[in-house]
């Protein structure tokens, strides 16, 4: 194992993959920079002066209490001056989104374990072929589903409800998850299954007490990889919430921001980050999961 | 006397029958009833947002829930034999349901109304398509998309496999994994705030606030506007999804040079291979399936991509790609017969895939 790691060239190696990793880190900490500067001196200075010329650094935490307030606020800057701007009621479509994540990540693993269960331990005519249904379904493009769906949802009066936009979450999750899940499923052991079946508990019991619990795993890689496709998405969202201010989601909102504030940096900057911030605290603290499940195999529609 | 009794008997019976049945129904009657009130004041009401959002995910997730335990309700009264038959549907009914309205059956509807007008009441057989293979801006999507399919699969697979191999020899593994596998993170539109700052352009003598510009002049460059350069522009977008992407690869890279055996790479170096014949002649070829599945997602991605695009230049200085044109066909023509048959072209893109993905899973015998 050691002459494995043989360490040769370790200057040029370890030179190589530092300049990398700040190609890949440099574009997002010069947001987050500026996403605490001064909105008079981002316009007009680099963030990275913050570093060279310390003393004009100007901190300040004034670009979030804006971007997240629902109200007009006055802002008072380092000089004493005072400014009254509107807010951009990110709070509101933080909530949205969470509204829309939970249940857009539940659903779908929940009705996805159900058939996984049905299709790896179950027998009944079809089963071969709809099983063929779901694989072919793994790389559809959702784009070939918006129009009919549009449609049905107009009718159905459902465009711009969460409940409209959870359902396409599921239909658009579900070839995925059920072919995660059987593979975790159907690995479980035999004797388990059928050992509870003949201590006379039903299949449906099985599914609750032993499945579930016995799936974690296989679970919490899903619920990351939803989670993190749910909360990041943007065409879903502006197909089938449109432009509801109410139910508007964060990725819709900072669409909007750079649509009317391109060139207000300090306030994209924060908004920015607050998109950022709870998927990438999910991603750190879950890694070892989503790593599992990317392992697994994943393609998706 | 006797006949009296069987006669009450028999009333008693159908009373506690009929007393079933209406149970049986009443139940999922109002549960449905219950379902319905609450997503009608979900819909309507003007509760604070908090209060919303909790009512709503309780609703979502525990109404599904609750249809599960009631359908398994409705099965269990049934007699054994059907009990027996019915049971798997009620297992993987509600997926199929699910599937087939939100991606098989539209994949037929929307092949059926790409041969129809835009507001889809008159027949025009062929002509969108012939509008989508004639049409200028049509023709520079496709340019640009197959710039996204060779320039972002190749990137994002190369840049992740040599970062693999590079960790896999570095005392920073870890660290410098996590900062690469980072932006995955973040959404299209997030990195897409970030890397707008990145290229943003200020006219020459002002001081740059754009980190590539900032370089660019610093070594004695003129400042340019980066996403107005055709076709160039076009590259600088893919490297947003280059830099999202890579940790994916990566990652996956890494876990299948890990396996690798160890004796191979002995034998290569008892040989007398450098360290980098050994990657060319050994780890490479090694790991050459894995290099075309993580290829093949990359490119399933970059042939849909639709985000990158709108949230940057919304499709001007010609960076339009297929999916953004059939966005715009939806929503700002309203032409949803050009808009099915811009999606009709994507699927037929992606069949290639599809057949490779079920030929793999016709091979592995797993399924009995």
């Given at each position: 194992m050691k002459k494995r790691k043989q360490r040769v060239n370790s200057f040029m190696v370890n030179g190589l993959l530092l300049f990398l990793c700040l190609v890949w880190t440099v574009p997002t900490f010069g947001l987050l920079m500026t996403s605490f500067r001064d909105r008079d001196v981002v316009s007009k200075t680099g963030w990275w002066t913050v570093f060279t010329r310390p003393d004009q650094a100007e901190l300040t935490l004034d670009n979030y209490e804006q971007v997240l307030s629902g109200k007009t606020i006055t802002l008072v800057d380092s000089k004493g001056n005072q400014q009254t701007v509107k807010g951009d009621n990110l709070t509101r479509a933080f909530l949205n989104s969470l509204t829309v994540s939970i249940p857009a990540v539940v659903?779908?693993?929940?009705?996805?374990?159900?058939?996984?269960?049905g299709f790896a331990w179950m027998d009944f005519p079809g089963r071969k072929v709809f099983f063929i249904l779901v694989v072919a379904l793994l790389v559809v493009p959702l784009q070939i589903s918006l129009i009919p769906l549009l449609r049905d949802y107009g009718r159905l009066e459902l465009t711009g409800t969460f409940l409209a936009i959870w359902l396409a979450h599921t239909g658009f999750g579900l070839p995925l998850s059920v072919y995660l899940m059987y593979n975790y499923i159907s690995q479980l052991p035999r004797s388990i299954i059928e050992s509870a079946i003949i201590d006379g508990c039903s299949h449906f019991g099985v599914f609750w007490k032993?499945?579930?619990?016995?799936?974690?795993?296989?679970?919490?890689?899903?619920?990351?990889?939803?989670?993190?496709?749910?909360?990041n998405d943007l065409l879903v969202a502006l197909v089938f919430i449109g432009s509801k201010p109410g139910v508007e989601v964060l990725t819709q909102r900072l669409l909007y921001l750079i649509g009317s504030r391109g060139q207000d940096w300090h306030l994209l900057c924060a908004g920015a980050f607050i998109s950022m911030a709870l998927p990438l605290m999910v991603f750190i603290s879950l890694q070892r999961y989503f790593v599992r499940g990317l392992l697994a195999g994943s393609v998706k529609g | 006397m006797t006949q009296e009794r069987t006669e009450d008997r028999l009333l008693q019976k159908a009373l506690v029958g009929v007393g079933r049945l209406f149970f049986t129904l009443f139940v999922p009657v109002t549960a449905f009833f219950i379902f319905f009130?609450?997503?009608?004041f979900l819909r309507d009401g003007n509760a604070p947002q908090l209060v919303m959002t909790l009512i709503a995910i309780v609703w979502g997730v525990g109404g599904v829930a609750a249809l599960y335990f009631l359908g398994y309700w409705l099965i269990s009264k049934l007699s054994g034999k059907w009990n027996k038959s019915l049971l798997p549907y009620l297992f993987v009914g509600p997926a199929l349901v699910i599937l087939a309205w939100y991606l098989f059956i539209p994949t037929l509807r929307s092949l059926y109304l790409s041969f129809f007008n835009d507001t889809s009441m008159e027949f025009v057989g062929l002509a969108n398509f012939l509008y989508c293979f004639t049409d200028e801006d049509m023709l520079i999507s496709y340019r640009n998309n197959l710039i996204w399919l060779i320039v972002g699969t190749s990137f994002a697979s190369g840049f992740g496999l040599l970062i693999a191999i590079l960790a896999d020899r570095s005392k920073f593994e870890k660290i410098s994994k996590i900062l690469i596998f980072l932006p995955m993170a973040i959404s299209f539109v997030g990195a897409g705030?970030?890397?707008?700052?990145?290229?943003?352009?200020?006219?020459?003598?002002?001081?740059?606030?754009?980190?590539?510009?900032?370089?660019?002049?610093?070594f004695g460059g003129t400042p340019q506007a980066?996403?107005?350069?055709q076709p160039w522009n076009t590259v600088f977008l893919v490297f947003i999804m280059v830099w999202m992407w890579?940790?994916?690869a990566m990652v996956i890279y890494s876990a299948a040079i890990k396996g690798v055996p160890v004796s191979l790479i002995e034998a290569g170096r008892v040989d007398g291979a450098g360290e980098i014949r050994i990657i060319a002649a050994i780890t490479i070829p090694y790991i050459k399936g894995t290099i075309i599945a993580v290829s093949t997602t990359i490119l399933i991605i970059t042939l849909k991509i639709f985000d990158i695009v709108y949230t940057m230049t919304g499709g001007l200085f010609d960076t339009d790609v297929v999916a953004s044109m059939q966005y715009k066909q939806m929503f700002a023509q309203h032409d949803f017969g050009m808009g099915s048959a811009i999606a009709v072209l994507l699927f037929i893109a992606i069949i290639p895939v599809m057949y490779l993905n079920l030929r793999q899973f016709g091979q592995q015998e797993g399924f009995k």
């Amino acid at each position: 194992m050691k002459k494995r790691k043989q360490r040769v060239n370790s200057f040029m190696v370890n030179g190589l993959l530092l300049f990398l990793c700040l190609v890949w880190t440099v574009p997002t900490f010069g947001l987050l920079m500026t996403s605490f500067r001064d909105r008079d001196v981002v316009s007009k200075t680099g963030w990275w002066t913050v570093f060279t010329r310390p003393d004009q650094a100007e901190l300040t935490l004034d670009n979030y209490e804006q971007v997240l307030s629902g109200k007009t606020i006055t802002l008072v800057d380092s000089k004493g001056n005072q400014q009254t701007v509107k807010g951009d009621n990110l709070t509101r479509a933080f909530l949205n989104s969470l509204t829309v994540s939970i249940p857009a990540v539940v659903i779908p693993i929940l009705i996805a374990s159900f058939a996984a269960y049905g299709f790896a331990w179950m027998d009944f005519p079809g089963r071969k072929v709809f099983f063929i249904l779901v694989v072919a379904l793994l790389v559809v493009p959702l784009q070939i589903s918006l129009i009919p769906l549009l449609r049905d949802y107009g009718r159905l009066e459902l465009t711009g409800t969460f409940l409209a936009i959870w359902l396409a979450h599921t239909g658009f999750g579900l070839p995925l998850s059920v072919y995660l899940m059987y593979n975790y499923i159907s690995q479980l052991p035999r004797s388990i299954i059928e050992s509870a079946i003949i201590d006379g508990c039903s299949h449906f019991g099985v599914f609750w007490k032993l499945i579930l619990p016995l799936s974690v795993p296989a679970i919490a890689s899903l619920a990351i990889f939803q989670f993190l496709w749910v909360w990041n998405d943007l065409l879903v969202a502006l197909v089938f919430i449109g432009s509801k201010p109410g139910v508007e989601v964060l990725t819709q909102r900072l669409l909007y921001l750079i649509g009317s504030r391109g060139q207000d940096w300090h306030l994209l900057c924060a908004g920015a980050f607050i998109s950022m911030a709870l998927p990438l605290m999910v991603f750190i603290s879950l890694q070892r999961y989503f790593v599992r499940g990317l392992l697994a195999g994943s393609v998706k529609g | 006397m006797t006949q009296e009794r069987t006669e009450d008997r028999l009333l008693q019976k159908a009373l506690v029958g009929v007393g079933r049945l209406f149970f049986t129904l009443f139940v999922p009657v109002t549960a449905f009833f219950i379902f319905f009130k609450i997503f009608i004041f979900l819909r309507d009401g003007n509760a604070p947002q908090l209060v919303m959002t909790l009512i709503a995910i309780v609703w979502g997730v525990g109404g599904v829930a609750a249809l599960y335990f009631l359908g398994y309700w409705l099965i269990s009264k049934l007699s054994g034999k059907w009990n027996k038959s019915l049971l798997p549907y009620l297992f993987v009914g509600p997926a199929l349901v699910i599937l087939a309205w939100y991606l098989f059956i539209p994949t037929l509807r929307s092949l059926y109304l790409s041969f129809f007008n835009d507001t889809s009441m008159e027949f025009v057989g062929l002509a969108n398509f012939l509008y989508c293979f004639t049409d200028e801006d049509m023709l520079i999507s496709y340019r640009n998309n197959l710039i996204w399919l060779i320039v972002g699969t190749s990137f994002a697979s190369g840049f992740g496999l040599l970062i693999a191999i590079l960790a896999d020899r570095s005392k920073f593994e870890k660290i410098s994994k996590i900062l690469i596998f980072l932006p995955m993170a973040i959404s299209f539109v997030g990195a897409g705030v970030i890397w707008r700052f990145v290229y943003e352009y200020k006219p020459a003598g002002e001081d740059q606030i754009g980190l590539l510009n900032a370089i660019y002049t610093a070594f004695g460059g003129t400042p340019q506007a980066w996403l107005m350069i055709q076709p160039w522009n076009t590259v600088f977008l893919v490297f947003i999804m280059v830099w999202m992407w890579t940790g994916y690869a990566m990652v996956i890279y890494s876990a299948a040079i890990k396996g690798v055996p160890v004796s191979l790479i002995e034998a290569g170096r008892v040989d007398g291979a450098g360290e980098i014949r050994i990657i060319a002649a050994i780890t490479i070829p090694y790991i050459k399936g894995t290099i075309i599945a993580v290829s093949t997602t990359i490119l399933i991605i970059t042939l849909k991509i639709f985000d990158i695009v709108y949230t940057m230049t919304g499709g001007l200085f010609d960076t339009d790609v297929v999916a953004s044109m059939q966005y715009k066909q939806m929503f700002a023509q309203h032409d949803f017969g050009m808009g099915s048959a811009i999606a009709v072209l994507l699927f037929i893109a992606i069949i290639p895939v599809m057949y490779l993905n079920l030929r793999q899973f016709g091979q592995q015998e797993g399924f009995k």
